[in-house]
């Protein structure tokens, strides 16, 4: 592209002026997880790849949760955490979702090994298609961050008989930057 001597000096100009340049941060950015571990009360010291993702529990055992890793970038508006298109979803189909006192390490966090679980954000009641209906909401909408920021969280099961599991690469848990 051959610039003109009037385009030059008019894009000089503007660049010379300190006009601030306009947000170009894309709006209704989807944020997945960028790490995912399973972790399971019957086997404390093992890690499993969030290959599916699962929350469950038999009746009142057999707990196994879901930890993520969210890596945000900067975004301006508000941030929204959300949960769609689970695999499966039986039993009572209801997702308690906390935050976590760190991110977890791929194939390193165990049961016992885990960062502390925080603040309760909400409950989801999972749905076998499409989005899922919040029940408690405590906190899943946000100031996005102003700089690149990561937000552990880790998704645990309520009551004595559930099961739902996700692709955290298609579905699951997700924030969205609008």
Not at 62 to 80: D, E
Not at 123 to 136: D, I, K, L, M, Y
Request: hydrophobic share 40%; proline share 8%; aromatic share 8%.
């Amino acid at each position: 592209m051959k610039l003109t001597p009037i385009a030059a000096i008019s894009i000089l100009a503007t660049l010379a002026s300190g006009l601030e340049l306009p947000d170009l941060t894309p709006r209704w950015l989807v944020i997945r997880p960028e790490v995912g571990v399973v972790i399971k009360e019957d086997w404390p010291t093992t890690s499993f790849p969030a290959a599916p993702a699962e929350v469950s529990r038999s009746n009142g055992q057999h707990n196994v949760k879901t930890l993520l890793c969210f890596v945000v970038p900067p975004c301006s508006g508000k941030c929204t955490i959300s949960f769609t298109d689970p695999l499966t979803a039986t039993g009572s189909r209801r997702l308690q979702l906390f935050t976590l006192g760190g991110c977890p390490a791929a194939c390193k966090t165990t049961w016992i090994s885990k960062p502390y679980t925080d603040l309760h954000k909400g409950t989801f009641q999972v749905s076998n298609t499409g989005p899922a209906a919040v029940v408690e909401d405590f906190g899943l909408t946000f100031n996005c961050p102003n700089i690149v920021t990561k937000y552990g969280f880790e998704l645990m099961p309520v009551w004595d008989n559930d099961s739902v599991t996700w692709d955290i690469a298609k579905g699951g848990l997700i924030i969205t930057c609008n």
